[in-house]
């Protein structure tokens, strides 16, 4: 049993809301069960020392594991000479030089200081580019945390989502007037998408869309699709890259699929652990950012720590590191052992399931149907999910009910961890009962929501 810091989550709870670094989703988190204190390669350490395997890496961010030697040390090095310039940098300069030689779509980069910034910006630019307002982005998917794009993610309560194409704000404290400028799609469904894009392509910005989505394996057909219709229709595409970009590939989803959006943004792996977010482009619509550019082509886009030295390093340091084709070896060879030994371990207990996403993110659903969009996810068996991650703790695993990443020091060992302590908390969940109990709530929830309508 994972040892409590009871003074620390005492002090959080009095100085911190709800003692969490988050405020998202429908379910109220409990109070911390552990305060992380350091990470080395795939583990990390709570304040009272116990070891545990991390397998969600801060959000997929650790693409090269918990302070990794080249990255620390060049980071260290850059310390001394300085944080913050509010300038441009010699490593934002570096960097942006090797991203434009491992992403197909950058011929110019912008850097900023997280997906969050990047998305906010990106979505700036098409609407300057286009001179049109109508953003659209698909159910489920998660883009940051702004008020113009926090509509119908995977964090909202779809019991009161319209149907489509309509919005519905994820927060209070969205303006409504944001609702006039989103339009909803289901996600690997190009004929519906297709019809939403032609009924309002008069008036489409930009189409923004995550490659993997929430974890959910893309159809290639419907990424392919969805860039003709951009082209045919000349609707500037973003691929939000955040956890795609240097995780599937050192091209990013780009590669991966083979298919090339006019804008693409950046965050998580690209810093390594280190707060960074990036906006890359086509020379043409990148040219908004210009400063040079007159008055009438040129957006607005300022930070004081955009381009710090601090971040651009680590990620420079990153992308080097992942230039040995090893490596992503290494990555996808570990999520498809990982979704093996998975879907060998639910069958044992005799749980039906669906192995989904792609290389090095691995996600799952207990169904006996295929899941291909965010609403079906909905009708599969969240609680289990739900059970599964309040009991992962006790294994030892930093890991949740789902969408699993590795970095590249997972290895066998690694593996075996996470499996048996996968394994070891459907043990206790089956024998307390639970495990029953969750499906049959299950199916409870979904004949009411059939009797709703």
Known sequence: ?????????????KYVPGASYYTAGQN?????????????????????????????????SLILGHNHPAVSNAVKNQI?????????????????????????????????????????????????????NLILKFEGAYHGFADNLLFNTNYGNSNNWDNYP????????????????????????????????????????????????????TNKSFIEGIKNISINENIPLIFDEVITGYRLSLGGA????????????????????????????NKKIMNLLNPQSSDENRIFSIGSFHSNPISSTA?????????????????????????????????????????TGAGSIVEFFFTSNTVSNYRDTLKTNLNLKSLLSNQLPKNFIVGGGGRYTSSIFHEEKELSWLLEGISNSLKEIKASGELEKSFEKNQNSLASATKMG
């Open 166 to 217: 309509s919005p519905t704000p994820d927060s209070i404290g969205i303006p409504k007037s944001l609702k006039n400028d989103i339009l909803i799609a289901p996600y690997n469904d190009l004929s519906k998408t297709k019809s939403i894009i032609l009924n309002n392509k008069a008036n489409i910005a930009g189409i923004i869309i995550e490659p993997v989505m929430r974890g959910l394996e």
């Open 1 to 13: 049993m994972i040892k409590k810091p009871l003074s620390l989550v005492k002090k959080a709870t």
């Open 80 to 132: 001394d000479k300085g944080s913050a310039f509010t300038n441009i940098t010699e490593p934002a300069i570096e960097l942006s030089e090797i991203m434009s030689k491992t992403i197909p779509c950058a011929e110019k980069i912008r850097l900023v200081n997280s997906g969050t910034e990047a998305s906010i910006l990106a979505t700036r630019i098409v609407r300057a580019y286009t001179g049109k």
């Open 28 to 60: 109220l988190p409990t109070l911390p069960e552990f305060i992380l204190h350091r990470g080395n390669g795939a583990y990390v350490y709570t304040t009272e020392n116990e070891k545990m395997l991390d397998v969600t890496l801060a959000h997929s």
């Open 254 to 281: 780009q590669e991966f699929f083979g298919v090339t959006p006019d804008i693409a943004i950046y965050g998580k792996a690209l810093g390594a652990g280190y707060p960074i977010g990036a906006i890359t482009g």
């Open 315 to 355: 990620a420079l340091m990153c992308i080097k590191e992942l230039q040995n084709p090893e490596n992503y070896i290494k990555l996808n060879e570990f999520g498809d052992n990982l979704r093996s030994g998975l879907s060998q371990i639910f069958s044992e207990y005799k749980i039906p399931h669906f192995m």
